[in-house]
């Protein structure tokens, strides 16, 4: 399958980027470059960063939009880092837009249809810019990270990050989009990675990259979150479910996203106003996808250490 990652790279979207270069079945045709957890433009120089650590060099990164005014929350720079990539040193300094994003989403939803899947990991502008000008994109698949239905939020009770950075084009993405599974943090919260699993990728650049972004993302983790064991897989879930859908198991729902009000930024089901319905993973093959994970990031690494 051909796959398009929309990231706020972000630790665990660097993750997403490497399991989805590892995955043979995934084809990583562009990256869109999207904002929370840094800037669009920090999100591109770590995605262009990480891409040549990872000897994929040539893979496209369009500029997405952005809100005015935003700005990397206190809490997002603690737990990724003030860079986003937990301070290691893959000079990410500098980045070079292939594009636009919405207009790279739009032509490939054109050129492949039902071979792409898109899979965003932050906030939802670009991807809400892009369906509502074009109806072909709006059957196309989508995985998103993004969400809570069952579980409180991470930003507030009712809001996780994706979601809380802009409600209204989460909600225009639930409404347009006729393929969309949410992998929310039902599902992302019960799939982790201990400091022990990421120390054994080390003993080459790229391991030793991943497993000191994943020890500085775990201490962040521990600091919140003292009865976990490591750090939450989030965005590299979204990309394991585009690649094998029976993963997780879903409730479908016209799932809506609440932009006002005490619970802004919740998602929940909600019959008035919609007859778009999306999949909800609500639980999750945790033994299946974990060590998944663990071993095809071990292999990259090892491969590539070979390559050298
Ligand atoms: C999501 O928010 C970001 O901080 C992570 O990269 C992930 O996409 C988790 O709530
Ligand atoms: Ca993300």
């Not at 990652?5 to 869109?32: K, M, Q």
Request: net charge negative.
């Amino acid at each position: 399958m051909k796959m398009i990652l929309d990231l706020d790279t972000g630790i665990d979207d660097a993750f997403a980027l490497a399991y989805a270069i590892a995955h043979p079945d995934i084809e990583l045709i562009g990256i869109t470059g999207t904002y929370g957890n840094v800037t669009v433009e920090q999100g591109m120089a770590n995605t262009q960063a990480l891409l040549e650590l990872l000897g994929q060099p040539e893979i496209p990164v369009y500029a997405g939009a952005t809100v005015a005014g935003f700005e990397v929350s206190e809490a997002s720079a603690r737990i990724h880092g003030a860079d986003g990539v937990g301070n290691v040193d893959i000079a990410a300094e500098k980045a070079d837009s292939a594009g636009d994003a919405v207009e790279f989403l739009i032509a490939s939803a054109a050129k492949y249809g039902e071979d792409l899947v898109v899979v965003p990991t932050g906030a939802q502008t670009t991807l809400a810019r892009a369906l509502e000008q074009d109806e072909t994109l709006r059957s196309i698949r989508m995985v998103s990270m993004g969400g809570a239905l069952t579980v409180p939020g991470n930003v507030s009770p009712a809001a996780e990050a994706n979601i809380s950075q802009d409600p209204h084009s989460s909600n225009t993405v639930y409404q347009l989009a006729e393929d969309m599974t949410m992998v929310g943090l039902d599902v992302t919260m019960q799939t982790q990675l201990t400091r022990a699993e990421a120390d054994s990728w080390r003993g080459s650049a790229a391991g030793d990259v991943f497993a000191d972004m994943a020890g500085d993302y775990i201490d962040a983790y521990q600091d919140n979150n003292p009865h976990m064991e490591g750090c939450a897989l989030h965005d590299p879930l979204a990309v394991a479910v585009a690649a094998d859908p029976d993963l997780v198991d879903c409730l479908i729902l016209p799932l809506q996203v609440d932009t006002e009000g005490p619970t802004i930024g919740r998602t929940i089901g909600r019959w008035e106003g919609t007859d778009v319905e999306t999949r909800v993973a609500v639980g999750v093959d945790v033994d299946t996808f974990v060590p998944d994970f663990i071993d095809k990031l071990a292999q990259l690494f090892g491969r590539l250490a070979q390559s050298r």
